[in-house]
């Protein structure tokens, strides 16, 4: 799978939007990113993924660049409960009844939401 | 819909001391199960992953061994506990292969 890079930490005001980056220069056609959080001493929860087009669901919005190398988590507006522990991932497609495969976290990004 | 229910929350040990980590999933057949380890300030690591019942794959040597009895149930286990075993323990299960994989709210073991 290929690797991301996302920046440390950022802060964002509460009742703004949080726009967190991620890279993925490397990315290849059949790799999915995905996005999860970890909220303290809770299992990470997954918010969106997707492979070429933009994607919203009620949590969040994906934006994913032509080229594909680099993605937007999007968090329309912020509150305090968003604070976390962020992780960009890109995981290969499987062929059905290839297997399971485990996801690799790194060391994602710690948004902290200012009151 | 779907639940993931994994049991205890916290668990103090002793070394030498024997293991065992339940998790359930409920809402959903013949899910794909995993079990993970977060050290202290560091990622998540898969220790193991099963496709069906009796079927567990390991990902890393280790001290510890992974059960599926039933097909919602995976168990996570050791005969003697080391120093080393000491984190938080994560069930997680999805269907199929680029479906996301949703976590429980994980196990804190303590090895004293």
């Known amino acids: 799978d290929a690797k991301t890079t996302q920046p440390p930490s950022m802060d964002c005001a509460e009742g703004r939007a949080a726009n967190l980056p991620c890279n993925h220069s490397?990315?290849?056609?059949?790799?999915?990113v995905y996005w999860y959080r970890q909220i303290h001493s809770q299992g990470p929860q997954y918010i969106i993924h997707?492979?070429?087009n933009n994607e919203t669901n009620e949590m969040a919005s994906l934006i994913i660049t032509e080229d594909r190398k680099s993605s937007t988590l999007i968090l329309p507006h912020a509150t305090l409960r968003d604070t976390a522990v962020y992780y960009c991932?890109?995981?290969?497609?499987?062929?059905?009844?290839?297997?399971?495969?485990?996801?690799?976290f790194g060391k994602g990004t710690h948004l902290i939401i200012q009151p | 819909s779907q639940t993931i229910h994994q049991w205890p929350a916290t668990l103090v040990q002793p070394v030498g001391s024997p293991l065992s980590l339940e998790c359930t999933v409920e809402?959903?057949?013949?899910?794909?199960l995993y079990w993970y380890r977060q050290a202290a300030g560091r990622g998540l690591q898969l220790l193991f992953y099963?496709?069906?019942?009796?079927?567990i794959s390991s990902e890393v040597p280790q001290n510890l061994s992974a059960s599926r009895p039933q097909d919602r149930q995976f168990i996570l286990s050791s005969k003697k506990l080391l120093l080393s075993d000491s984190g938080f323990y994560l069930c997680?299960?999805?269907?199929?292969?680029?479906?996301?994989?949703?976590f429980g709210d994980g196990t804190r073991l303590s090895i004293l």
């Open positions: 991932i890109v995981r290969v497609e499987r062929e059905s009844g290839g297997g399971a495969d485990g996801l690799t």
């Open positions: 997680a299960w999805s269907v199929g292969n680029t479906q996301p994989q949703h």
């Open positions: 099963s496709v069906g019942i009796g079927q």
């Open positions: 490397t990315i290849s056609g059949n790799e999915y």
């Open positions: 997707g492979l070429k």
């Open positions: 809402g959903t057949s013949n899910p794909n």
